[in-house]
């Protein structure tokens, strides 16, 4: 095939492949605004609209296959419909789809959560991981008596109110000093009394002396221990810091491992990194493809949901509702009895990104992949990339054409995100996402020459 050079071949490409999304996307837009139910759902001409999915790939309704690399955003571990997990799904649905009523399947779930998670002694679940850290937030709240959260600069911890500030600010005019940066609000819509209950730490040294200067004010320290702004895994010293400073002024340490959690390993970045938060929120991969949050914590801290003058109220009419835990319960039963994934995948993950960025180097093309075990981002500035502030001198030009060329090589990552690969992910699948991830880097430069 003759190769497009300018953006405009490329995407008449891609429109030329996908005519039945262009039509639904045309009617979509009508009804709902911009067309998306989420902007990280955004795709360059346009989204292809998805028919099916099955282990590593999915199709579209044109009838194209893809590399599945954003699964779900990762919910789908262990890939798209794993025989065990349609199983048990098949067979709750013969005994009903919600009840609104304490079942078994709760137990057994709680069970096996707190058997895997380092710091939970007793757990709460919801329906999504922004739901998780709104509640972890109101627990850290009520047991300190502090209302003050601090969240890293490129963090995200879901779309609430409380956590929707500097994740994706690109504007280094609003963002404040490096060392000290000011809360950015991602939305409109946000009050603005908001910001006085939030405090954004840089994500290195300097945070520690300000998290010791506003000790008295925090409720918690939140952060996800692979930053989702960039895929930017923090190091062992950095956590094991923060657990030291936090846990010296009495300050809740919040691990955010809705990404992490069953990810990194069995336990999640805490185990991973051996450092043990006071309490951690989930969600995607335990939820087993259906809707899931969790929040996980000591004994003495979840007694403050049922033991305070006002007791935090949790809540949802949907919050560990059977669907979801029949296939969270054969997810977590599957990890449990297979925990030898964890360094086969992270082997995987080693050979994609070890492979692209000494491609990368050996071709002088300034970029890099970043992340650890089954998480990769995609860049394009020289290494190193240690915080999302680095992120801020990307050449948007070939960054934007890379994601579209890779998807004529076959391969799907999310926009400008994070993307995964999956136990289901083969050896060959792999290699040949890292080649299309080579052909796609060289096309997307030779489109850029003057980016
Ligand atoms: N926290 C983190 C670290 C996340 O990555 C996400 C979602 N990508 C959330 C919270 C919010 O989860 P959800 O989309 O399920 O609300």
């Known amino acids: 095939m003759e190769r497009p050079k300018t953006r405009e071949e490329l995407h008449q490409v891609l429109r030329e492949r996908t005519p039945k999304s262009g039509e639904l996307w045309k009617s979509s837009q009508d009804m709902v605004p911009g067309g ?16 099916r999915g099955q282990g590593p790939y999915i199709w579209d309704v044109d009838e194209n296959r893809y590399i599945d690399c954003c699964l779900a955003f990762g919910v789908l571990f262990l890939g798209h419909r794993p025989p065990f997990v349609v199983e048990a799904i098949r067979a709750q649905l013969e005994r009903g789809t919600t009840y609104g009523g304490p079942h078994t399947l709760e137990i057994e779930f709680a069970k096996k959560f707190i058997e895997c998670v380092p710091c939970a002694e007793q757990m709460l679940m919801c329906n999504s991981g922004t739901e998780a850290t709104m509640q972890a937030i109101r627990i850290v709240r009520a047991y300190t008596g502090r209302t003050r959260v601090a969240k890293f600069e490129g963090g995200y911890h879901g779309w609430h109110d409380y956590a929707s500030f500097s994740i994706s600010a690109k504007d280094e005019a609003k963002l404040g000093p490096a060392d000290h940066p000011i809360p950015v609000p991602e939305s409109a819509g946000i009050p603005n009394q908001v910001k006085d209950t939030i405090m954004v730490l840089p994500y290195e040294e300097s945070a520690f002396q300000i998290i010791e200067e506003h000790a008295s004010e925090l409720a918690c320290v939140m952060i996800e221990p692979v930053v989702g702004g960039g895929t930017i895994p923090a190091s062992k010293e950095f956590l094991q810091k923060l657990r030291e400073v936090t846990k010296r002024h009495g300050i809740m340490l ?9 990810r990194l390993a069995l336990g999640g970045a805490q185990e991973y990194y051996g450092v043990e938060p006071d309490i951690a929120t989930y969600g995607k991969i335990i939820g087993g493809g259906l809707p899931v949050g969790a929040v996980g914590c000591s004994k003495k801290v979840m007694q403050s949901v049922i033991n305070v003058d006002f007791s935090v109220a949790v809540a949802g009419t949907f919050s560990g509702n059977p669907m979801t835990l029949a296939a969270g319960n054969a997810v977590l039963t599957y990890l449990m009895e297979n925990r030898q994934l964890y360094g086969e995948l992270a082997k995987k993950g080693d050979r994609l990104r070890n492979g692209f ?42 960054l934007r054409d890379f994601q579209v060329y890779l998807r ?9 995100h994070l993307a995964f690969i999956s136990a289901a992910h083969s050896d060959e699948d792999v290699e040949q996402v890292l080649r299309a991830h080579q052909a796609a880097i060289a096309e997307s430069f030779a489109a850029n020459k003057e980016a």
Not at 254 to 262: N, R
Not at 370 to 376: A, N
Not at 408 to 416: A, C, K, Y
């Open 357 to 398: 960025n000494e491609f990368a180097r050996a071709k002088g093309l300034p970029s890099m992949m970043t992340g650890v075990g089954s998480l990769f981002q995609i860049h394009f500035r020289e290494p190193p990339i240690v915080k999302p502030r680095d992120l801020l001198t990307e050449r948007a030009g070939p």
């Open 408 to 416: 004529l090589n076959g391969v799907f990552i999310p926009w400008l």
């Open 36 to 51: 998306l139910l989420s902007e990280a759902r955004r795709f360059e001409p346009y989204p292809f609209y998805i028919e």
């Open 254 to 262: 919040m691990f955010d491992e809705v990404i992490t959690g069953f």
